[in-house]
């Protein structure tokens, strides 16, 4: 009777203790999910949203040890750091900075038990797609679903009214689609009557450009074509593979890369005019980063209706691409929330190209993202000229629309902005906050387009939307020469091309973009119109390549063998890699050796004698002497066996 009263006391303290773990405080969200129209009453509320709608959600989980990741990418691309480009894999992601499986398990099950079912999503994206009644959406995260009208524009938009938060023992990072207040858009405008000049030395109807042109003004050669690279394109809609044919057939070329579409959510990658769609940026983007790598494996159109899934996708796909772009913009209700993906871009060694815009300089808050975000590399526009069909570079200036500026939503400046020289007087830049772009590629209204399966265009579309997987296209190229020299790929370029910009070899690595305004001026160097300018041929991508500026030290023979009171000597060699240019500077773990010469002068390469004399009545035994190289911020070891016999 007493085991039998102790067992039965025994599971009642558990299970009280179980209904106090679910009644516990429910836990905010790390990231705010509420429009300000709605908090400032801007939004006229309209009613509540039916019970029964059904909403498709993200569920985000935080990442551990965020603060341990940013250290790491900066350690990623320093130079001089011992994990310069030891890039993870998406595995290794997972395993050190992903939420655990427990975790993981534990946001699965809780939304099951709110009656959503689990409809996609990964841990390694770190993210639970579920589906479900907005009843169940409003007592899974303590919110009401309201419908409201718009403050600017002519439709009603659905958002909770409040801060959502959830019954778990640990603290979300978002909850993608609890709104439809911000419509994504492309970075694309169409030229107005009369506006713009119009191209004359294009490839492709009425002398307008193909992407083949872009290559050709930008690269300027004929070994590089991204083979062996995929691209990735962020898509809020699907594509028609006809729209491409068809641009194809009329350029004369022929496609020889696959066109793949990934939904990362359940939305339809197919886009077809006689259905509604329009799939106009969708082929723009294909084409010119197609245009500029034309042997890439496959360009993959990562199609979704939320920006979480898709940079999930992105960031796990198998094989992963490294070379991404987005012509898209949107204003999720906290912009910080697609971050962590970005930082997951960073430590995998990818490169997130965004379109600035075409709207001249950025003003309003809330707009511009996420060219905004420092985490991108932002691509601003130019009008280009060519010297004739397919060939190179003429002049450029700064196209009038093209995005870029001070962020408004007041992002901090990197610190690859921070260096001496990058903002000054001239560009009126600010030493506080972000500055755009970063780089650029043309942009007006000169290009040729095939889409919706009507009569093609010449010279009618522009923007920055033609921009940015143009710089993928370029990155592809770029990436196929770091395969070939046995390096690794450049991931995210700002913190090398920054430096780059300031140092000798900008003339060689951009076209420097020194005239026009978007309502900043193009100066010398770097400017809030250009960023530090286009791509200047082969040169960038020999600066992104090149084997890292190292040296390393060997003995020989790595032992030496002698007798008490006597001399022994071995040969240090010092070898350079990459574009390493000091001096190093030899010592040695013992007072008795002698190096001749002490110091091997630049670039660093060469040899000393390394003598050392072994005192009488030395006892008998094998010592270590560990001999020390320092040059250009670098140290360097190497070891050499004493054998007193």
Known sequence: MIRKSSVSLFTIAMLAGAAVLCQAQPQTLLTNHVRDAVTSGEAHFLNRMPAEQTMRLNIILQLRDRAGLQSYIKELYDPNSSVYHHYLTVQDFTNMFGPTQADYDSVVQFAKSHGFQVVGGSRDAFDVQISGPASAVESAFHVNMNVYQHPTENRKFYAPDRQPSVDLPFQLWAVSGLDNYSIPHTALHTRAAGAHSLATTGSCPQKSFCGS???GAYYQGTALTGAGQNIGLLEYAGFDIADVNTYYA??????TYAVTGISTDGTSVNCFANQGCDDTEQTIDITQAGGMAPGVTTIYEYVGSTDTAILGAMTTDTPLPLNLSSSWYWSPPDPNTDDPYFEKMQSQGQSFFEAAGDSGAWESKNTWYPMEDPNVICVGGTDLTTTGPGGPWASETVWVDGGGGISPDHFAIPSWQQLPGVITTENKGSTLYRNGPDVTANANFTFYVCADQEACTANLYGGTSFAAPMWAGYLALTNQQAVTNGTTAPG?????????????????????????????PATVGYDLASGWGSPKTDGLINALTQVSAS?????????IHVEPGGLGTTTITSAIAGNFDSSVTLTASMKMVKFKPATIPAPGSGTSTMGIEVPAGTKAGTYTITVTGSGGGLTETTTVTLDVE
């Open 213 to 215: 042109d872009m290559r």
């Open 492 to 520: 995210f370029i700002n913190p090398t091309i920054y430096p780059l910009g300031l140092g000798s070899t900008y003339g060689t690595d951009f076209w420097d973009i020194t005239s026009g305004s978007n309502g900043f």
């Open 551 to 559: 040296f390393s030290l060997s003995a020989n023979p790595a032992t």
């Open 250 to 255: 009329n350029a004369g070329q022929t496609r």
